[in-house]
């Protein structure tokens, strides 16, 4: 990939205004005096593999590449992050492009798996026409201890200095990696739940940071989805701010994934692994 890999390190506390908001102005329902906030901005990107149009996501537009290579892995179009071979990114204003070039092999199966899509009927799910595509057939993950409670102690204060968009204007969602050590490592946020996971998986990937016995966070809400791509990222513990869906328990269940709910005023619910006690 020709794209330059950015430093790992922890934000600052305080950030100057993000490069991906812009402020607008507005005026109370009742009051004509004009006010002005900042807004978090999206764009519309192409995403295109050896030429052939693939989708196109509104996302932020921030940490392209690495949404690239996560919503490549995440969605199961690559096996690894070795079958990309190059990244290209283009485009202007609310109109940006990324041509990717992967391996024979993975296009072969995305060839595949757009000929399966033909001719059936929605299922409801984003870029899903079929619903094989929507219950794939993933590995088991070979468990993993549960994190340590103090892990956890704090941690919807302690996240904030990974979410400089948010505080700033509000509107986007934040996923944060913390490591075998409790150390918060890496975060990325984006207008979609999905993308921000996404951004943060290909963040872990191009950085080559070990996720070995470490675990991701999330701040939207726990659907299918988003257990689907920390599975597929061999990412073996899933916090969660918000209450997860019951598929998403008995998806993270039956594939080994620590599943964890973070209430805002209660302890850490662990929906997975099912205790004797636990439906």
């Not at 996560?70 to 990114?89: K, P």
């Not at 399966?116 to 993993?144: F, H, I, N, R």
């Amino acid at each position: 990939m020709n794209a330059k890999r950015p430093a790992c390190a922890a934000p600052a506390l305080e950030t100057p205004a993000p490069a991906a908001s812009q402020t607008y102005s507005y005026c109370d329902l009742q009051d004509t005096e004009s006010a002005s906030t900042a807004l978090a901005e999206e764009v519309a990107l192409a995403i295109s593999y050896n030429g052939i149009s693939q989708a196109v996501m509104l996302v932020t537009p921030t940490d392209l590449e690495d949404f690239i290579v996560g919503f490549s892995l995440g969605s199961g179009i690559i096996e690894d992050a070795c079958d990309i071979y190059d990244l290209q990114l283009s485009g202007s204003g609310s109109a940006q492009y990324a041509q990717v070039t992967i391996a024979n092999r993975a296009f072969w199966n995305l060839k595949q798996q757009r000929r399966q899509m033909a001719g059936t009927s929605g299922c409801g799910l984003c870029g899903v026409e079929a619903v094989e595509q929507a219950l794939p057939d993933l590995k088991v993950l070979p468990g993993a201890p549960l994190p340590p409670a103090e892990w956890l102690d704090g941690l919807r204060q302690r996240i904030g200095a990974f979410q400089p968009l948010g505080q700033y204007s509000g509107a986007v969602h934040a996923a944060v990696f913390m490591n075998s050590q409790g150390q918060l490592l890496l975060g990325r946020e984006d207008i979609g739940r999905h993308n921000a996971l996404d951004k943060l998986i290909g963040g872990l990937i191009r950085q080559k940071i070990p996720t070995t016995g470490g675990l991701a966070i999330v701040t939207s809400r726990c659907s299918l989805e988003l257990i689907q791509k920390v599975l597929r990222a061999g990412i073996q513990t899933l916090v969660s701010l918000s209450s997860p869906t019951g598929l998403a328990v008995q998806w993270a269940r039956r594939h080994n994934l620590n599943l964890i709910h973070l209430p805002q005023k209660s302890a850490p619910r662990v929906y997975s692994p099912a205790t004797e006690n636990q439906a």
